[in-house]
């Protein structure tokens, strides 16, 4: 059945892969009675807080600083992709892709699941006192207890590596599915670490599904749910206050003359969305932020245009799913995230794989960075306001001032690629790019 969107153009235009930029009608439409609480996201922020000197523990010699990353200027990249005349504010790129252990934005919910799950053993067993000294859970004595644990994840690529990496240094016994089509250098790095890595035929909701069900019927064992984890979600929303900090930091003001804009590559909704969720507790209607998802994966943009009685896919209305950005082929939003995001949500626009190649091209030429192409995939968002229709529309009837704004496009992955992969990329952009 095909579901029934607010317009049929909107339809027409998902169907032919056309890039667009989808406004939510429902945008500060109340949320949901049992939506997370302000006090869960400061819980959040205070436990990977604590678990700073754990992560040093665990990884000696890798990890110089805390699970962040910089907000760093990308006046370069603005440059490069804008005429000079135009007055839209300052671009930023926020650099997930280098976060430690992980180098990518799953970091920040992966980690965040593992150790609550370490904690939570360790208290049970009588291992650690509530609120004691994390450091505990590196101990041999810890690790002898968690080697009776297992954890499983289904992911992708990155939410494996990123929960593999972890809960395996902390000494779980540890199952990643990964769908067949997941990159090998990805599982080797897993194996090497001693994670089991189950590969499935067929999508990657599949091989979540099959990680559900194993994991639920052995004993001892954490399922980390993609689809519908708090735990994952509430590791990203802490993102929001350190961001504050360094805006702060970088003289960038937010309130009603000076809009906060955010664009965040969108697989199944967690990291975005998590995101998206902490910064509206912190900037309320003064962030704004926009998910951009591949041409053939746009799920959360398919399930909010449907409305959320009911759970709609993109095969619904007849995509495929296929695209080259790993972890944003996703046919499925998440139903823990997307009814916050009909509250929350501005507006979502689509991106080919053509498109990601060319902006990963550019933020390699102008910033001199490596991303993965998924995580070029919000580059194009500042212009999609500016000069779009949809986004002209959406600055007026905001009353934004973009050339006050401070605009953030989060840069989701790419540190841990091997640099053969990096070169593959680019040989593959510039390819696209003799051929326009
Ligand atoms: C997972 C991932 C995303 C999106 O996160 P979701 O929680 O799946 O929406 C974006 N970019 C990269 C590089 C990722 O690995």
């Given at each position: 059945m095909t579901p029934v969107f607010g317009s049929a153009t909107l339809l027409e235009k998902l169907q032919s892969k056309e890039p667009l930029l989808w406004l939510n009608p429902v945008l500060g439409s109340m949320l949901p009675k049992d939506a997370p609480t302000p006090d869960q996201i400061e819980q959040a922020e205070t436990r990977l807080a604590r678990c700073d000197a754990l992560i040093r523990a665990l990884f000696p010699g890798d990890v110089?600083?805390?699970i962040e990353s910089e907000l760093m200027p990308a006046a370069e990249l603005q440059q490069a992709l804008?005429?000079?005349?135009?007055?839209q504010g300052a671009w930023f790129l926020k650099?997930?892709?280098?976060?430690?252990?992980?180098?990518?934005?799953?970091a920040r919910g992966g980690f965040h699941e593992v150790l609550t799950i370490a904690e939570s053993i360790a208290i049970e067993q009588g291992l650690?006192?509530?609120?004691?000294?994390?450091?505990?859970?590196?101990?041999a004595r810890a690790r002898e207890l968690f080697t009776r644990y297992t954890v499983a994840v289904g992911s992708t690529g990155n939410l494996g590596l990123s929960i593999g990496v972890m809960a395996a240094a902390l000494g779980f016994d540890v199952v990643v599915h990964m769908s067949s089509d997941a990159k090998q250098w990805k599982k080797d790095r897993l194996r090497r670490r001693g994670v089991r890595v189950v590969e499935h035929e067929g999508s990657y909701a599949q091989a979540v599904e099959a990680g559900r069900e194993e994991a639920l019927m052995k004993p001892r064992s954490y399922f980390v749910d993609d689809e519908r984890s708090l735990m994952l979600f509430l590791g990203y929303a802490a993102a929001a206050r350190p961001l504050a900090r360094q805006l702060e930091k970088a003289g960038r003001v937010v309130d009603a003359r000076h809009p906060l804009i955010v664009y965040l590559p969108c697989g199944v909704g967690g990291a975005p969305g998590g995101i998206t969720y902490g910064l509206k507790a912190i900037f309320g209607p003064h962030v704004h932020c926009f998910f951009a998802e591949p041409v053939a994966s746009p799920c959360m943009l398919v399930q909010l245009a449907a409305g959320n009685s009911e759970q709609v896919s993109v095969y619904d209305i007849?995509?495929?799913?296929?695209?080259?950005a790993d972890g944003l082929a996703v046919g499925q939003a998440s139903p823990l995230v997307s009814p916050l995001m009909a509250a929350q949500l501005s507006g979502v626009f689509t991106v080919s794989d053509a498109q990601l190649y060319r902006q990963m091209l550019r933020v390699k030429q102008s910033l001199g960075i490596d991303l993965e192409p998924s995580a070029a995939a919000a580059v194009g968002g500042p212009l999609w306001l500016n000069d779009s229709p949809e986004g002209r529309e959406y600055a007026y009837a905001h009353h934004l001032d973009l050339a006050e704004a401070t605009h953030i496009i989060w840069a989701t992955?790419?540190?841990?690629?091997p640099p053969e992969e990096h070169r593959r990329f680019q040989e593959h952009a510039n390819a696209l790019e003799a051929r326009r």
């Amino acid at each position: 059945m095909t579901p029934v969107f607010g317009s049929a153009t909107l339809l027409e235009k998902l169907q032919s892969k056309e890039p667009l930029l989808w406004l939510n009608p429902v945008l500060g439409s109340m949320l949901p009675k049992d939506a997370p609480t302000p006090d869960q996201i400061e819980q959040a922020e205070t436990r990977l807080a604590r678990c700073d000197a754990l992560i040093r523990a665990l990884f000696p010699g890798d990890v110089v600083g805390p699970i962040e990353s910089e907000l760093m200027p990308a006046a370069e990249l603005q440059q490069a992709l804008t005429q000079p005349d135009t007055q839209q504010g300052a671009w930023f790129l926020k650099r997930d892709d280098t976060l430690p252990v992980a180098g990518s934005v799953k970091a920040r919910g992966g980690f965040h699941e593992v150790l609550t799950i370490a904690e939570s053993i360790a208290i049970e067993q009588g291992l650690l006192a509530t609120g004691g000294d994390l450091r505990m859970l590196a101990s041999a004595r810890a690790r002898e207890l968690f080697t009776r644990y297992t954890v499983a994840v289904g992911s992708t690529g990155n939410l494996g590596l990123s929960i593999g990496v972890m809960a395996a240094a902390l000494g779980f016994d540890v199952v990643v599915h990964m769908s067949s089509d997941a990159k090998q250098w990805k599982k080797d790095r897993l194996r090497r670490r001693g994670v089991r890595v189950v590969e499935h035929e067929g999508s990657y909701a599949q091989a979540v599904e099959a990680g559900r069900e194993e994991a639920l019927m052995k004993p001892r064992s954490y399922f980390v749910d993609d689809e519908r984890s708090l735990m994952l979600f509430l590791g990203y929303a802490a993102a929001a206050r350190p961001l504050a900090r360094q805006l702060e930091k970088a003289g960038r003001v937010v309130d009603a003359r000076h809009p906060l804009i955010v664009y965040l590559p969108c697989g199944v909704g967690g990291a975005p969305g998590g995101i998206t969720y902490g910064l509206k507790a912190i900037f309320g209607p003064h962030v704004h932020c926009f998910f951009a998802e591949p041409v053939a994966s746009p799920c959360m943009l398919v399930q909010l245009a449907a409305g959320n009685s009911e759970q709609v896919s993109v095969y619904d209305i007849g995509l495929d799913n296929q695209t080259d950005a790993d972890g944003l082929a996703v046919g499925q939003a998440s139903p823990l995230v997307s009814p916050l995001m009909a509250a929350q949500l501005s507006g979502v626009f689509t991106v080919s794989d053509a498109q990601l190649y060319r902006q990963m091209l550019r933020v390699k030429q102008s910033l001199g960075i490596d991303l993965e192409p998924s995580a070029a995939a919000a580059v194009g968002g500042p212009l999609w306001l500016n000069d779009s229709p949809e986004g002209r529309e959406y600055a007026y009837a905001h009353h934004l001032d973009l050339a006050e704004a401070t605009h953030i496009i989060w840069a989701t992955g790419g540190s841990l690629v091997p640099p053969e992969e990096h070169r593959r990329f680019q040989e593959h952009a510039n390819a696209l790019e003799a051929r326009r």
